[in-house]
């Protein structure tokens, strides 16, 4: 199925704030989805799998316990995610030279475009490295080196993020991108619990404004 960014983007969205998200963390996925489809990855793909990987469980379970040494989570596998949203809240301290580094990522593709957003508040580029992948992103391009099979995996061990780094290769975003029938399905199960139930009141409403006159 081929579908606009806008409409993985609002998707994504909706599907993640029904899996429990935070509306600012439902927004900063939905984002990164996009982001990762435009530079034909299978962003809702993966954020499918990590709603149903995590969904209902607390997100404190699947944070970084404490930002110092190597970050790791109390329940052993870490969402890309929140752990995202933390390394690009501490950006400055990879300018500073400093290698933030994390044990135990589920998709770690997901962590990427906050490097993406990292990049573009320090002014230079960000690589995010696990295994055999190393992705470098300016913000506006992405560098891939390493195996489709590697960067895709579900999960990493360690990953580290660094800065500055060096683009070469980079390859532009593109305007739409396809999406597996499945995943789509997936979200838009996860997006219908956004959905409030209908009640008398509103039935009476939504059938129609006959029922009363305000002449």
């Not at 935070?22 to 990762?36: F, P, Y």
């Not at 316990?65 to 052993?76: E, K, M, Y």
């Not at 396809?178 to 838009?188: F, I, N, R, S």
Request: glycine share 8%; net charge negative.
């Amino acid at each position: 199925m081929n579908h606009s960014l806008n409409e993985i983007e609002a998707m994504s969205k909706r599907a993640a704030r029904g899996a429990g998200l935070s509306w600012g963390l439902a927004e900063e996925a939905a984002k990164g989805t996009r982001w990762l489809a435009a530079f034909s990855f299978p962003g809702a793909e993966m954020l499918a799998d990590l709603l149903t990987l995590n969904d209902r469980l607390p997100a404190l379970d699947f944070s970084p316990a404490v930002l110092s040494g190597t970050w790791a989570a109390p329940a052993g596998r870490m969402s890309p995610l929140i752990a995202g949203a933390a390394m690009s809240d501490c950006a400055v301290r990879m300018e500073a030279g400093q290698v933030i580094e994390m044990e135990n990522v589920s998709l770690p593709l997901l962590v990427v475009p906050f490097a993406a957003g990292a990049a573009l508040r320090l002014g230079v580029p960000v690589s995010v490295t696990w295994e055999d992948a190393r992705l470098t992103t300016d913000g506006q391009r992405l560098c891939v080196q390493g195996e489709r099979e590697a960067i895709l995996c579900s999960h990493a061990s360690t990953l580290t993020c660094a800065a500055p780094a060096e683009m070469s290769g980079q390859s532009e975003p593109v305007m739409r991108a396809d999406v597996d029938p499945q995943a789509w399905e997936k979200l838009g199960e996860f997006a219908h619990r956004t959905y409030a139930p209908a009640t008398e009141a509103s039935r009476i409403l939504g059938a129609g404004a006959g029922l009363s006159d305000n002449d």
